[in-house]
C-alpha cells in the first residue's frame, strides 16, 4: 500500500551534517505519522524521531529520542510526500542504518517499532572520528 525508499546517507565527519530523505508513494494519504529508527550493527534498532499530524493544532508534531535531541530535526514535505531528518553535529556513535517508517495511527506510543506499518530498506550513514 505504501512504499517508502530512503536516501542521502553516506560518509561524514563528526561534527558533520548530513541530511535524509524519506519518499513515499502509495496510499500515502492514509500514513499520518512518519519517523525515523536506526540500528547500529549488534545493537537493537531505536527510535530516532517522528512527526505527527495534530488535529487538534492543525500543524505537525514532532518528537526526538534523547540521544539526537537539539542535533537532529525532522520535517514533512507533503507536496513532494517526503519526511527529511536533518543531522548535525554528527557523533560516531550517530552511525548506523537509517530506516524511514510510516504508521496510520500511532495507539500509543511513537518510539515503538510494532506502531508502524510500513517500513523502507534503509540507508547507512557512517560518523568517523
Known amino acids: 500500500q505504501v512504499q517508502l525508499v530512503e536516501s542521502g546517507g553516506g560518509l561524514v565527519q563528526a561534527g558533520g551534517s548530513l541530511r535524509l530523505a524519506c519518499a513515499a508513494s502509495g496510499r500515502t494519504f492514509s500514513s499520518s505519522v512518519m519517523g525515523w529508527f536506526r540500528q547500529a550493527p549488534g545493537k537493537e534498532r531505536d527510535f530516532v524521531a517522528a512527526?505527527?499530524?495534530?488535529?487538534?493544532?492543525?500543524?505537525?508534531?514532532?518528537y526526538y529520542a534523547d540521544s539526537v535531541k537539539g542535533r537532529f530535526a525532522i520535517s514533512r514535505d507533503n507536496a513532494k510526500n517526503t519526511v527529511y531528518l536533518q543531522m548535525n553535529s554528527l557523533k560516531p556513535e550517530d552511525t548506523a542504518v537509517y530506516y524511514c517508517a510510516a504508521a496510520d495511527r500511532i495507539r500509543s506510543n511513537y518510539a515503538v517499532q510494532g506502531e508502524y506499518d510500513y517500513w523502507g530498506q534503509g540507508t547507512q550513514v557512517t560518523v568517523s572520528s
Open positions: 512527526v505527527s499530524w495534530s488535529w487538534s493544532w492543525s500543524r505537525d508534531i514532532t
